[in-house]
T-cell receptor, first 112, second 113 residues
Framework: GENVEQHPSTLSVQEGDSAVIKCTYSDSASNYFPWYKQELGKRPQLIID?????GEKKDQRIAVTLNKTAKHFSLHITETQPEDSAVYFC???????????FGTGTRLQVTL | DSGVTQTPKHLITATGQRVTLRCSPR?????VYWYQQSLDQGLQFLIHYYNGEERAKGNILERFSAQQFPDLHSELNLSSLELGDSALYFC????????????FGQGTRLTVV
């Protein structure tokens, strides 16, 4: 399979709360899992990625966890700020591994 | 600045016409990906080239074609344009085939009227 499913599609949190976005993938050969942030009208930009040889990676307020057995990975944002408001996409290599398939996106809204 | 350059930034054209979108990857990157993003939609994979060769195809319409040239820049050709082809077209480049960051260009916004 070559699907990457992402949930939720929209997420609203109050400033300072945590946000969690989850993705599942179907290609067991996938070994690289990036997360991209896309602000309105701009290009997607990588915020964090994880490779299959580790289960968790942190970068300040952002962390990603990976469960290869269950084929899912999650993005965790702590102490959310208004500037975190954007659309977040997960991705995974699928098929021949040269395709980079993106999830459907999560629109995160951080309210004051 | 990601180092990936797309031209033009904006394009307005009529139905039935043909356009060419251009992408220059980051220096040294061999892989170029093309994605289509319709309004408030996700990133739909179109096609991937590596060092001049087509490596993977997504749900790309037969009216669309692409190529990667010896200098590694890529062009996406869209013909017999329809209103539904209006979208933001991104290209992304990465150094190789697998676990490295893909860098996106700023996109070409195509409007078909």
């Amino acid at each position: 399979g070559e699907n990457v499913e992402q949930h939720p599609s929209t997420l609203s949190v109050q400033e300072g709360d945590s946000a969690v976005i989850k993705c599942t993938y179907s290609d067991s050969a996938s070994n690289y899992f990036p997360w991209y942030k896309q602000e309105l009208g701009k290009r997607p930009q990588l915020i964090i990625d994880i490779r299959s040889n580790v289960g968790e990676k942190k970068d300040q307020r952002i962390a990603v966890t990976l469960n290869k057995t269950a084929k899912h990975f999650s993005l965790h944002i702590t102490e959310t700020q208004p500037e975190d408001s954007a659309v977040y996409f997960c991705a995974a290599p699928t098929g021949t591994a040269s395709k980079l398939t993106f999830g459907t996106g999560t629109r995160l809204q951080v309210t004051l | 600045d990601s180092g990936v350059t797309q031209t033009p930034k904006h394009l307005i054209t009529a139905t039935g016409q043909r356009v060419t979108l251009r992408c220059s990857p980051r220096s040294g990157d061999l892989s170029v990906y093309w994605y289509q993003q319709s309004l408030d939609q996700g990133l739909q994979f179109l096609i991937h080239y590596y060092n001049g060769e087509e490596r993977a195809k997504g749900n790309i319409l037969e009216r669309f074609s692409a190529q990667q040239f010896p200098d590694l820049h890529s062009e996406l050709n869209l013909s017999s344009l329809e209103l539904g082809d209006s979208a933001l077209y991104f290209c992304a480049s990465r150094a190789g085939l697998a676990d490295t960051e893909a860098f996106f260009g700023q996109g070409t916004r195509l409007t078909v009227v």
